[in-house]
């Protein structure tokens, strides 16, 4: 079946729950406005179960109601994994019985974002969600540049290590910070490098899409919950299984 | 309140070690001076404000000494004696001046050194003197406006990148319950090796910390002070490249916490070590002396290690950073130790892990304000099951009585927080506090339980990483990733360029002052 609902405890029942604020003092008018606001989206009837005033200018709702919107499952578009995932010893013996040496990783919080949890959990070897990261595999060879790392430097690490792949995590999102860096990026090693010399160039942060490697400029994004065995599946295959590193028309 | 069975040979041990293993990075730090220190004895000196392209009048009067004489004599030297040649009425002309070229610097000698040293104390000492009366006039609001009520005060982080929306969400907050308010930096700010100026609008994740913008939140926090009737806290860092700038901003416009961790710029930042140490050394100095409590950083280690494996890390964390501070003067009150909720709570019986690892810093700290840290790395983006978790970090802090609480948001890892989270947070802490604030009077642990086991053996092995770390030298050991899995060499980082080894002429009138009044 294509078409669903959201399900609270009746099939196609359709019920949802939800909480906003608004910039108005509480009262009935603000409740009605609440109620409003969750027709406008599609709930109906809205029922406001919580209303509470934050101060003397908002006010924090909970509403719960059907929305009246159907899902068609089959139109939805999702990027496909399109590489076959790969334990740590097929992953080695890929790159050991292919390439012949090891394959060079470097990873890089870039411009002002200092949150390296996503690039460590990725590379450490403590790994994340139970999978070892990319230091634990024995064919890979893995820089860790940490955080606050400026383009030109990744670029100059990149070339001294023959880096075969860059990754770059980006966590910080306020005023797009994590698009404009990572388009900076793209473009550094886009200049530095003839095109087909160029290191497979993979952006990863919780607020990336995968849909969003062509305009970033990249050849993959992953996004939230990705884990270590997985970008290193999609590097073999990237540059390994595929043999002549195939540049994905991103 | 000892509920821990420690031996108290160990926790001796311990302490001994941790002197042992800082005392070679004191006299290293004694040995040597930083671009930054030397141009927060300007600071002191009052020379404040900055050219038409932004660059501090600090950094373009001490780049021109540097070319002139080099840093390792220090800037006070030369500085005063160029004043006292007569190339200008002050600080701020001879700014203009150095920037200009019209001014050549030279290190004075004999009786020229020391009327410099004369006329350069006396500078150092005002500043020191409006620093004083910043303190006092702290001790004063206390006594009329008071302290919270309760502990752990509660501590709310701001952060919108502009100090005029800022203002208007820490006078929120605070109304809201917020008993400290820390304005957080834009991300770039610690590599920066210039303290921006004047009030700010832009940054990314944070505020860029100004003087400006120290004062119109200071100012600002006063009022709800007063609105309120407690006194509101206000916190910012003296962390990164210019941290003894920072402190000395802090000390002048009567911040009231900074975060000032002994080790956080080398680790995380990648800042050179001794930089970092030199830095770290006179920014406490400092902050001793504006009365300012220190926020450590021990948390960050645990957003990259396993925070049960790396427990003991933690503890010796802040015996190190215990050390350091006293060594520079702070005193336990001052402490504000740091210390998070990390454990991976899927693990059986992490809650008690937490208690045991609270319970332990806080008795082998009985007198230092403990800052207890909330969940981040575990914070999946389930808001729901992130409040509950903020709930138990929240019933841990109150059991084990720590002194500053970060208030955990449940869109950790999602938002930067909505007002609508910040309310929701502080209602899990007053619910919390409300209903088991004083546990702590009830709760035992066995002596030879879990809880106990545990404290005794995270203890252990903190005495066991002390001593290795006495054997191999403690930038040895932060070289190999001993810290939060971080390596770092002590001949590479950032901002070593601007380190030199002081020579036998070097002068500084800062620190001179700020020793002999201990």
């Given at each position: 079946m294509s078409i669903i609902r959201p399900y609270g405890d009746t099939t196609g029942d359709g019920m949802v729950q939800m909480s906003f604020t608004l910039p108005i003092p509480h009262d009935k008018r603000a409740e009605g406005a609440a109620v409003q606001l969750a027709n406008k989206m599609g709930m109906d009837p809205a029922l406001v179960v919580h209303a509470k005033p934050m101060g003397p200018d908002f006010t924090f709702f909970v509403v719960y109601g059907p929305v009246n919107h159907l899902v068609d499952t089959s139109k939805v578009e999702v990027v496909e994994r399109d590489y076959p995932l790969l334990s740590p010893k097929e992953a080695n013996l890929a790159i050991r019985k292919h390439l012949r040496r090891r394959l060079t990783v470097v990873g890089a919080c870039i411009g002002t974002d200092a949150h390296t949890v996503g690039i460590d959990a990725i590379m450490n070897i403590k790994g994340f969600a139970g999978e070892k990261g990319l230091e634990y595999y024995r064919e890979l060879k893995v820089v860790n540049l940490g955080a606050q790392v400026a383009v030109p430097e990744l670029v100059r690490r990149a070339k001294a290590e023959k880096a075969d792949a860059i990754l770059v995590s980006q966590v910080v999102t306020q005023r797009e910070a994590h698009v404009l860096n990572t388009k900076e990026m793209s473009a550094a090693f886009r200049e530095a490098y003839a095109e087909d010399h160029r290191p497979v160039l993979v952006a990863g942060g919780p607020r990336f899409t995968e849909q969003m490697a062509g305009e970033l400029g990249v050849d993959r994004v992953f996004g939230r919950g990705t884990t270590p065995g997985e970008v290193a599946s999609y590097l073999v295959n990237a540059l390994v299984t595929r043999r002549q590193p195939v540049r994905r028309s991103a | 309140m000892k509920k821990l069975d420690l031996d108290p040979v160990t926790v001796r041990k311990a302490r001994t070690l941790a002197r042992k293993a800082g005392r070679p990075i004191v006299n290293l730090a004694r040995r040597h001076t930083t671009v930054s220190v030397e141009r927060a004895v300007l600071r002191l000196a009052g020379l404040a404000g900055a050219d038409s392209e932004g660059i501090p009048w600090v950094n373009r009067l001490a780049d021109t000494v540097r070319a002139d004489v080099g840093l390792e004599h220090g800037f006070a030297l030369p500085v005063w004696d160029a004043l006292l040649r007569g190339e200008a009425e002050d600080l701020g002309v001879l700014a203009q001046k150095a920037a200009s070229g019209s001014v050549t610097f030279r290190l004075p000698e004999g009786r020229d050194a020391q009327r410099a040293r004369t006329a350069a104390r006396k500078a150092a000492a005002a500043g020191i003197k409006r620093i004083d009366g910043r303190r006092r006039e702290r001790e004063r609001l206390i006594k009329r406006h008071?302290?919270?009520?309760?502990?752990?005060w509660i501590y709310l982080i701001v952060a919108t990148g502009d100090i005029y929306e800022d203002i208007p969400q820490a006078q929120a907050a605070a109304r809201e319950g917020a008993d400290i308010i820390a304005v957080i930096r834009s991300t770039g700010q610690s590599l920066l090796d210039y303290v921006p100026e004047g009030a700010t609008r832009e940054g990314f994740a944070g505020t860029y910390a100004t003087q400006e913008n120290f004062r119109l939140m200071r100012a600002a926090l006063d009022e709800s002070s007063r609105e309120l009737g407690r006194y509101v806290r206000l916190t910012n860092y003296a962390s990164g490249l210019c941290m003894p700038e920072i402190a000395t901003l802090a000390g002048l416009e009567r911040l009231d916490m900074m975060l000032n961790d002994s080790m956080y710029g080398i680790l995380?930042?990648?800042?050179?070590p001794i930089r970092t140490f030199v830095d770290q050394r006179f920014s406490r100095q400092i902050h001793a002396r504006a009365g300012i409590i220190i926020n450590t950083g021990e948390d960050n280690y645990l957003t990259t290690a396993d925070a049960v494996e790396a427990a003991h890390t933690v503890t010796v964390s802040q015996l190190l950073n215990e050390y350091f501070a006293k060594e520079a003067g702070l005193e336990d009150w001052q402490l504000g130790l740091g210390h998070a909720f990390e454990i991976n709570p899927d693990l059986p019986d992490s809650f008690r892990l937490e208690l045991a690892h609270a319970m332990l810093a806080r008795q082998l700290f009985p007198e230092a304000p403990l800052k207890w840290m909330p969940p981040t790395r575990h914070m999946t983006g389930d808001v729901f099951r992130g409040y509950l978790l903020d709930g138990f970090f929240n019933l841990v802090g109150a059991m084990t009585g720590q002194g500053i609480l970060l208030v955990g948001m449940m869109t950790e890892a999602v938002v930067t927080p909505w007002i609508s989270d910040r309310d929701l947070a502080l209602q899990n802490v007053r619910y919390v506090l409300g209903a088991a604030g004083n546990l702590h009077e009830d709760f035992r642990p066995e002596p030879n339980g879990f809880i106990a086991q545990r404290a005794r053996q995270v203890l252990g092995e903190s005495v066991e990483l002390l001593e290795q770390i006495v054997d191999d030298g403690l930038l040895n050991a932060i070289g190999d990733g001993t810290f939060g899995l971080m390596k770092r060499p002590q001949d590479a980082g950032r901002g070593l360029e601007g380190v030199a080894r002081k020579s036998g002429e070097y002068y500084n009138p800062a620190i001179e002052l700020l020793e002999e009044d201990r």
């Open positions: - | 008071g302290d919270p009520e309760q502990r752990p995380f930042r990648d800042i050179n």
